[in-house]
């Protein structure tokens, strides 16, 4: 599930991402995002992966390139699973600043990504 968070303004996107995401998640919520996309020449992303199972279909990588030339900072918040795709995330897109902060610093997550 892909679920919109209340933090997210302006050039910042904050999402929890939980559970197996499917298709169907990601089509759900790709109104929101090309509408930020639309607004904003740069993003930052707060990712909060820590109820993250993985993906059911398999060309993730390729569906969540959104944007990926707009990111200059990424958060992700999670566990393991959370710190591989950080790791992936970091070798993947150019230019752009990503971190790995634990479940518990998420205060400390969405600070670091609004600066």
């Given at each position: ?6 933090e ?6 904050c ?6 995401v499917?298709?169907?998640d990601?089509r759900?919520?790709l109104?929101?995002?090309?509408a ?7 993003l930052?992303?707060?990712g909060?992966?820590s109820?993250f199972d993985g993906w059911e279909?398999?060309?993730?990588q ?10 200059k900072?990424?958060?992700?918040l999670?566990k ?8 992936l995330?970091?070798v993947?897109l ?7 902060f634990?479940?518990?610093?998420k205060?400390?997550a ?6």
């Amino acid at each position: 599930m892909l679920q919109w968070l209340p933090e997210s303004d302006g050039d910042l996107i904050c999402l929890k991402v939980s559970g197996r995401v499917s298709d169907a998640d990601y089509r759900a919520i790709l109104p929101q995002l090309d509408a930020v996309l639309s607004s904003q020449s740069s993003l930052r992303l707060f990712g909060d992966f820590s109820d993250f199972d993985g993906w059911e279909w398999a060309q993730a990588q390729e569906k969540f390139s959104f944007g990926r030339d707009n990111f200059k900072k990424i958060a992700i918040l999670g566990k393991e699973l959370a710190k591989d795709l950080a790791a992936l995330a970091e070798v993947t897109l150019n230019d752009t600043e990503v971190q790995f902060f634990d479940t518990d610093d998420k205060n400390a997550a969405l600070i670091w990504v609004k600066k």
